[in-house]
């Protein structure tokens, strides 16, 4: 991937490189999808990742847009609730609201792919999905603190999901697509033999595939106007 694209253009899946021990999974993923955009391995890929392949889903559609930017919005109260102050968090929610505001409006995927290779604006939104995953957490220690380990769950999102370039781990996963009631499939190539598929929440039938590989994530697209 280009150094200099955080997010690149929607690539065919036959770009995808296997060494050839895994040539049985890379075949496995060509034969189900058929493209592929690769996200900048930063430290930040699963929740730019996340983000951009949503808002991609909401374009074409009024009224998901707009619902989607009431649960933005409303998000902040999560972050209050978790006692964050607002001013640590409010203009990266008004960054975060603008681009979806503005995506609408444009209607296109090139704005997208514009709002998420600026460095600004997309390290905005990263870390407000940041802060909301902690703050989401957070209110929800009684759960989430089993999967955690760590001090202390308020040392860990600290250190491990607020800071920007800290690699994400299943529980903060959860937290997020929880969070804003997102469903997703993972699809994993860690492990000997086949592919791994996570269905995130189980059960539900998502349109929006991540592939992981190499502590890393990418999006992956069924069909040309998937």
Not at 45 to 55: D, I, K, P, T, V
């Amino acid at each position: 991937m280009d150094t200099e694209k955080t997010v690149s253009s929607k690539l065919d899946i036959s770009t995808l490189i296997f060494d050839q021990s895994e040539a049985g999974k890379c075949q496995d993923i060509c034969h189900q999808y058929t493209f592929i955009r690769r996200v900048k391995g930063d430290g930040n890929c699963f929740y730019r990742a996340l983000a951009f392949r949503h808002l991609e889903l909401l374009l074409h559609n009024e009224r998901a847009i707009q619902r989607f930017k009431d649960t933005i919005i409303q998000s902040g109260r999560e972050l209050l609730a978790a006692g964050f102050e607002e001013n640590s968090f409010k203009d990266l929610l008004n960054t975060f609201v603008s681009v979806l505001e503005q995506s609408g409006a444009e209607d296109k995927e090139e704005i997208l792919v514009e709002f998420f290779n600026d460095p600004v604006t997309s390290d905005s939104i990263v870390q407000y999905l940041r802060l909301l995953t902690s703050a989401y957490l957070q209110n929800h220690a009684e759960f989430f603190q089993n999967f955690v380990e760590a001090p202390s769950l308020k040392a860990y999102c600290l250190q491990e999901v607020e800071t920007m370039a800290m690699e994400c781990d299943h529980v903060e996963i959860l937290a997020l697509t929880e969070a804003l009631d997102l469903s997703l499939c993972i699809v994993s190539t860690e492990g000997d033999g086949h592919l791994t598929y996570h269905i995130i929440p189980e059960g539900s039938r998502p349109s929006l595939h991540l592939l992981y590989r190499t502590s890393h994530y990418d999006i992956l697209y069924k069909g040309p106007d998937h």
